[in-house]
């Protein structure tokens, strides 16, 4: 988003107005710290004149920053699945 941002030559402070979100959530989500939702997604993209699918090509969990050392829910699934005593299966 930022790259998209500064192609056009425009503040946080100009996008954030265009997109209709608040600039410091803009500054938020630009640094890592904050995950837009799908719908400020498509509000970001619409400012910036693109397609929303611009903005997340190539992304992978590593680009989340911070977030990314967070555990995600399939994790936390898998990781609670992995440990829970094996069920003996039923005879028919």
């Known amino acids: 988003m930022r790259a998209e941002r500064l192609k056009l030559g425009i503040s946080q402070e100009t996008l954030a107005e265009l997109s209709g979100i608040h600039w410091t959530a803009l500054g938020k989500i630009e640094r890592g710290l904050r995950n837009p ?6 509000k ?3 400012g910036l004149a ?18 990314a050392e967070r555990e995600s829910a399939a994790d936390r ?6 440990a829970a005593p094996k069920r003996a299966k039923r005879a028919s």
């Open 37 to 42: 939702s799908l719908h400020n997604i498509i």
């Open 44 to 46: 970001l993209a619409s």
């Open 77 to 82: 699934i898998r990781r609670t699945r992995a």
């Open 50 to 67: 693109v397609d929303p699918g611009t903005l997340l090509a190539g992304l992978t969990r590593a680009d989340l920053g911070p977030l």
